[in-house]
């Protein structure tokens, strides 16, 4: 009887302790999965203010609306081949849904290069962020919706309309592009679970090349050589191809409302990107502007956010911040 007691304690805390390692070796694996989850957020990000900065170089030779129409024409060869939407079998309403993200996109893409080459990057992507953020408040709870009153501090610091000096149509444009950013996560979430991802951008990024080839396409072609031709390649890599694809790791180890808050640091990245590779050194108004929009979008993340859908993780996939750029 005391052997068959003390071989099931034996076996009881042998169960205990491998139990506990399996727990440990979960935890572990969260927490490195997590890390890794944030780290290629925070790459996609970077990689974006990278490519827009590296886009400024043809602004003399194409222009903002040339240079636009070759990154997106470029981006959607590529998705075209990855995504093969041709394959998709999708609703009337799905297909009008994606048309209309597609032209969103291509009025981000347009006016946020406007307004960088009018505006210090950092001030341009701050202002452009006020898109998502005012989603983010106007679908907030409670506390969420005060976090107007920072954003709005920000973007008084980073315009400083008591001096005079900014220039009125980059503030436009980039406004501009804010109202295509938040079009295009209202159109995603409306888009649900029917179409998502690679899929989604295979239909959406064609049409943004076609609505950029209206506007630009036939003044564009004169100026083009090879030579510019063969640079938009890596430029539609660095925007959206790559970061599109880390954004999809991303969110399979971190969840929604991590992302969202980890995107609301991109105005910050922008002005490092803008510091380094432009020569762009902000003054202190327009650092405490930028730590204004940041501060709000991280707070309308944190205190409006809701347990996530799988449609609403797909919602964030397509309203991420590689398509603003």
């Known amino acids: 009887m005391q052997l068959l007691d003390v071989s099931s304690a034996i076996v009881t805390w042998t169960r ?5 390692s399996n727990d440990s070796m979960t935890t572990a694996q969260t927490s490195t999965s997590t890390r890794t989850g944030v780290w290629m957020a925070l790459a996609s990000m970077s990689l974006i203010q990278v490519g827009v900065a590296a886009s400024v170089g043809l602004f003399d030779q194409l222009g903002v609306a040339g240079t636009s129409w070759l990154r997106l024409t470029w981006a959607a060869l590529i998705l075209m081949a990855v995504g093969r939407p041709w394959r998709l079998r999708l609703t009337r309403s799905t297909w009008a849904v994606c048309t209309a993200l597609g032209v969103a996109t291509a009025g981000s893409t347009v006016l946020f290069l406007a307004a960088v080459d009018r505006l210090p990057l950092g001030t341009a992507c701050a202002l452009e962020f006020l898109g998502p953020l005012t989603v983010a408040v106007v679908h907030g709870r409670g506390l969420a919706r005060l976090w107007v009153l920072p954003a709005g501090a920000g973007v008084a610091l980073l315009t400083e309309p008591w001096q005079g000096g900014i220039d009125g149509l980059g503030v436009a444009a980039a406004l501009g592009a804010a109202v295509c950013w938040g079009a295009y996560i209202v159109l995603t979430q409306r888009a649900g679970d029917q179409v998502a991802g690679v899929q989604a951008l295979a239909i959406s990024m064609p049409v943004a090349a076609l609505v950029a080839t209206v506007v630009a396409g036939p003044a564009t072609l004169s100026h083009l050589t090879w030579t510019a031709v063969l640079v938009g390649v890596p430029l539609a890599l660095l925007v959206p191809v790559v970061p599109f694809c880390l954004e999809l790791l991303a969110l399979r180890r971190i969840n929604a409302a991590a992302f969202g808050t980890l995107m609301s640091l991109e105005p910050a990245l922008a002005v490092v990107a803008g510091l380094l590779m432009l020569g762009q050194v902000p003054h202190l108004s327009a650092l405490a502007g ?25 919602a964030l996939e397509l309203a991420s911040p590689t398509l603003a750029g």
């Open 16 to 20: 205990t302790v491998l139990t506990r």
């Open 290 to 314: 930028v730590a204004c929009v940041v501060a709000a979008g991280v707070g309308a993340e944190r205190s409006g956010a809701r347990p996530a859908s799988p449609a609403a993780v797909r």
